[in-house]
């Protein structure tokens, strides 16, 4: 950032000083750049935050409402039958 400066003929090289304060004078305006952005990103993870609440709150509610649709459902099914215990199957040996 040591630019030199041309006046009557004559090459002047900035001060110190001066390519400090150039130089703090760029990383201001980036700063200023990176502020702009992280506003920008921070306001849409505030919009994403807030749609995916809104989405999880609709899921609850439908998933609240298709229990109790099964609930119902199940109570309406007639009772399951008994299972019959299978009787032992013996084996009869064949005459030899």
């Known amino acids: 950032m040591s630019r ?3 006046v009557l003929g004559v090459t ?3 001060t110190l000083s001066q390519r400090l304060a150039q130089r703090l004078r760029a990383v201001e305006v980036d ?3 990176l502020r702009s952005e992280l506003a920008a990103v921070k306001a849409h993870s505030e919009n994403v935050d807030s749609a995916a609440g809104s989405q999880i709150t609709s ?3 439908q998933l609240a409402a298709v229990n109790g649709v099964l609930i119902e459902v ?3 099914l007639p009772p399951l039958p008994k299972a019959k215990k ?3 199957q013996v084996r ?3 005459p030899r």
């Open 4 to 6: 030199t400066i041309k």
């Open 12 to 14: 002047l090289w900035p």
């Open 31 to 33: 700063g200023e750049a």
């Open 59 to 61: 899921l609850n509610s």
């Open 74 to 76: 199940q109570g309406r």
């Open 86 to 88: 299978a009787k032992a």
């Open 92 to 94: 009869r040996r064949s």
